[in-house]
């Protein structure tokens, strides 16, 4: 992927990025303890959480796209929800997938240094 400009980076943040920055933003929270429920939630409860968190990385994108006139704003109120229902539909499989291998390659890559070598 060619990271040249801002365009390049919310189109990555609108598909799997939204997934990776979410799983980032909520592994970097609960180690840090900066939000103190976040270390009790069950993993289904933290699925749910970074998907909700992957939604708005996503709109956000979206909205960012929309301030520097690279898409054109949606013509009424009706198609900017149909725009954004279309946006979360691209976006969140791939943001949970995404988030998935990011969250599997982070253990076991923790689980690899944490065992004891020879």
């Known amino acids: 992927m060619n990271w040249a400009n801002l365009y390049d980076v919310l189109a990555w943040l609108m598909t799997a990025g939204a997934g990776v920055c979410a799983w980032g933003l909520l592994d970097v929270a609960e180690r840090r303890k900066w939000l103190p429920g976040l270390a009790d939630m069950d993993y289904e409860a933290k699925r749910w959480t970074a998907l909700g968190v992957a939604a708005v ?3 956000g994108a979206w909205g960012l796209e929309m301030l520097f006139f690279y898409v054109a704003p949606p013509q ?3 198609a900017g929800v149909e725009e954004a229902v279309r946006q979360l539909l691209v976006s969140l499989p791939l943001a949970f997938t995404a988030s998935q291998i990011a969250h599997a390659r982070a253990k076991s890559v923790r689980v690899i240094r ?5």
């Open 57 to 59: 990385l996503t709109l």
């Open 76 to 78: 009424s109120w009706r």
């Open 114 to 118: 944490l065992e004891p070598r020879g």
